[in-house]
């Protein structure tokens, strides 16, 4: 076989196994390949997947695309999804092919997601450099442009030489498979080495399991968790990603109602349980719930559960202000079990931990009003999120309607799918789940453009798994601009995707945050230049109408216009993209909203150094502010 030949086939024949609660699932890891063609890859990997697109069309299915960026987006999303059991490979041409992934690896890497990137590189044997494309450095010949995949990746690897091939794809697949080490694995494939013959064996093309690692807790961290948990008045659950990606929610819940003590979330914690669960305080941190960071700003003793502890989960370490407060920090990746000097860390599966910890307990019950404290927090919150969502503006809405339409028009069952911008954070604070995969937001790189390719890849999933559910993606227009191709192999493959594009003519988030930082909202806007000032800030509006720009592209668009009853045919108009067939491609819904209607106030903080000296005023105000936001910053060092 040609090495190419040897990569598709080994691919095709990978599975992950995974064992939930003594029930197993066996799940392809890797069911298809994406691949835009040049002279890097075009006579290697794609003459591999023609040849068995012919002889076995079901080994390695191949997917288009319209960006290698936007490919890895289309896989994080499906990896997400399927809980980390699944991701696509990527295959590219050389230089720009490749490069054009960077982004994408870092975003899966940094969201501990997994995707195999397999980016062709320049000849192993140098005949005939300097070939296209080709990046040359006078000091050292033997870096190449994949060498920037190096620390943007949990793998890295080249494949100068055809016999490196099995130990290459053997460790790749072995990280890619590991919840507490995934995350980009790439594979560098020189052109030449690709189209080389090889002697295979045959057991390298067998089929392989790969089981996903869930590990128990130690019985002596478990023991001292629940002696702390004991000994605490006012402890607090944080609630991360890895709670969902070890199918913990419901031991979750069993957790918090045996005990009352509350859970808020992180960004990729929503739908760890219900947002009306009575226990459930909602987001926390720079873009939480009121309810959410009342009760941390008191806690004594914080629980977290798969979580990072990104800075705007702490508020930028402002959150917790209890001066005795603890961590216990559940985690299957030590990195994160270690964090904020907890001397508490338990190292194991969140599903399992929490089993161990509920039984170490043997019913325990956290004392004091905090319940009724709780109570009293959602209810507030609640009336906040309810007037924010039924207060009309004309006739531009503001993005608070627009999520609440949204949300309303949905069913439970249903995915919202954003990334960055103004609108996640808005999400994360307002948007009331209801299913564990009922909320997809990208907040961990927080890439401009994921939400399109994200949301086709997290549809791709739900398609593949047979799930009745709908995917909506809402989108800004800045996100929009950076990366909407991918509506063309939503058309080109007639998968019903669901848009929410909403048009505010500039950069709503980071305008709003310039204003407060006292740059006033500078290069925020979609203005004509003004030559004399050369600024963007008081030209006439540009005439954009991305409704008609999806239009060319093949989409169907719905155009909400503005007026006195944006609100309602919003949601009449999401209500008909969901009655739309499956095989009718994308549907786009364009609604204008004001920027400058903002969400309700977390009442928390999140850390942008403001300038210390200015000649603007409104520079010097904002500094003042900031300097009296640090003195509350803490250290947190156990």
Not at 326 to 342: C, S
């Amino acid at each position: 076989m040609t090495v190419a030949q040897a990569v598709v086939e080994f691919l095709g024949k990978q599975y992950t196994i995974d064992n939930i609660g003594g029930q197993e699932y066996r799940e392809r890891l890797i069911p298809g390949m994406f691949g835009i063609f040049g002279h890097g890859n075009v006579a290697g990997v794609g003459q591999a997947l023609k040849q068995f697109q012919v002889s076995d069309p079901t080994l390695m299915p191949y997917y288009q695309g319209r960006n290698e960026q936007a490919q890895a987006h289309q896989s994080v999303g499906y990896a997400r999804h399927t809980r980390r059991r699944q991701t696509f490979a990527i295959s590219t041409s050389v230089g720009p092919g490749s490069t054009n992934l960077l982004t994408g690896a870092a975003l899966a890497t940094t969201n501990r997601l997994p995707v195999l990137l397999l980016p062709s590189d320049t000849f192993a044997t140098r005949v005939s450099d300097p070939v296209l494309q080709q990046l040359e450095r006078p000091d050292a010949y033997d870096i190449t442009v994949n060498d920037a995949f190096r620390p943007l990746s949990r793998f890295f690897d080249r494949v100068s030489r055809p016999e490196q091939l099995f130990s290459a794809m053997y460790s790749g697949l072995r990280v890619l498979t590991d919840p507490a080490d995934t995350g980009a694995v790439t594979i560098s494939l020189p052109q030449d080495v690709q189209a080389e013959a090889l002697d295979v064996p045959e057991e390298f093309l067998a089929e392989r399991e790969w089981r996903i690692r869930r590990p128990e807790p130690e019985d002596t961290d478990i023991s001292r968790a629940a002696a702390a948990i004991r000994g605490a008045k006012a402890p607090m659950i944080i609630a991360g990603g890895g709670v969902l990606y070890a199918f913990a929610h419901e031991q979750l819940a069993a957790f918090a109602e045996l005990t009352g003590i509350p859970v808020g979330n992180t960004q990729a914690g929503v739908g760890v349980l219900p947002w009306d669960h009575p226990f459930s305080v909602g987001a926390v941190g720079s873009t939480g719930t009121t309810a959410a960071n009342a009760l941390a700003a008191n806690a004594d003793l914080i629980i977290g559960i798969g979580t990072r502890y990104e800075d705007f989960t702490t508020a930028s370490r402002t959150a917790f202000q209890n001066p005795g407060v603890q961590f216990i920090n559940i985690n299957v990746a030590p990195l994160d079990a270690y964090k904020h000097g907890t001397s508490l860390p338990i190292v194991a599966d969140a599903r399992k931990a929490l089993l161990k910890l509920t039984e170490a307990l043997g019913g325990y019950r956290v004392g004091g009003d905090l319940e009724s404290t709780i109570a009293a927090q959602k209810r507030r919150w609640n009336s906040i999120v309810e007037a924010s969502f039924d207060t009309r503006f004309t006739p531009l809405p503001s993005q608070n309607e627009i999520i609440g339409a949204t949300n309303r028009a949905m069913d439970a069952r249903d995915v919202v799918v954003c990334a960055a911008g103004s609108l996640p954070g808005d999400l994360h604070k307002m948007w009331r789940v209801r299913d564990p995969f009922g909320y997809h937001v990208e907040y961990a790189y927080s890439c401009m453009g994921y939400e399109i390719p994200g949301g086709l890849g997290v549809k791709r999933a739900v398609l593949a798994a047979g799930e009745d559910r709908d995917v909506v993606v809402m989108v800004g227009d800045g996100s929009y601009l950076m990366m909407h191709t991918e509506l063309v192999t939503a058309v080109a493959e007639k998968i019903k995707l669901i848009v929410v594009l909403v048009q505010n003519h500039g950069y709503a988030s980071i305008g709003a945050l310039s204003e407060s930082l006292g740059s006033q909202r500078f290069g925020t806007k979609y203005r004509t230049l003004n030559k004399e000032q050369h600024s963007f800030d008081d030209g006439e509006r540009l005439p954009i109408d991305l409704a008609t720009n999806a239009e060319s592209l093949g989409v169907r668009v719905i155009r909400i216009e503005p007026g006195e009853n944006v609100i309602a045919e919003l949601e009449a108009a999401v209500a008909t993209a969901k009655a739309a067939p499956e095989n009718g491609g994308p549907i786009v819904i364009h609604v204008e909203t004001d920027p400058l209607l903002d969400a309700p106030a977390s009442e928390s903080w999140w850390d942008v150094p403001v300038s210390a000296l200015s000649e603007l005023a409104s520079t010097q105000e904002a500094f003042a502010t900031y300097t009296d936001h640090k003195t509350r910053q803490r250290p947190l060092l156990g």
